[in-house]
């Protein structure tokens, strides 16, 4: 939830850096742990011990543990539906406008398509 002095640098060093801002200030040099293994607060997320943590340019999202392997199979099916609309509005020469947000109706057609309706 802080600040990333000299981030320019740190982004050289291939180093994944997700930050609120940047400062010109030290941090403190004699930070000790008040808790090891505990659950934290970041971004007004609650993040616990084995919380996967991705981020890109874009942003970053905490997948809850328990939940990781589900979520992914979902983004592998959600990434399934993106190309073929890509693929449907390019042939058709359409807007993907009608297909977002994702919605039932979305996975409905995505259905028809890949049984060949």
């Given amino acids: 939830d802080g600040a990333v002095r000299d981030g320019h640098k740190v982004v050289k060093y291939g180093y994944p850096v997700f930050a609120g801002g940047s400062t010109p200030t030290v941090g403190e ?3 000790l742990p008040y808790e090891v293994n ?7 997320v609650l993040v616990w011990p084995g ?3 991705l981020g890109d340019d874009d942003g970053v999202v905490v997948l809850p ?9 979902d983004c592998l099916k959600h990434d399934e539906i993106e190309k073929a609309i890509i693929d449907y509005t390019q042939r058709k ?5 009608k297909f977002y947000p994702f919605n ?5 057609m995505f259905s028809k398509w890949t049984k060949g309706e």
Avoid: F, H, R, V
């Avoid at 543990?65 to 199979?73: F, H, P, Q, V």
């Fill in 65 to 73: 543990s328990g939940m990781a392997e589900d979520i992914y199979s």
């Fill in 29 to 31: 040099p004699n930070i």
């Fill in 104 to 108: 039932d109706e979305t996975t409905k």
């Fill in 51 to 53: 919380d996967l943590i």
């Fill in 38 to 44: 505990g659950p934290i607060q970041c971004g007004g």
């Fill in 93 to 97: 020469k359409i807007s993907p406008k």
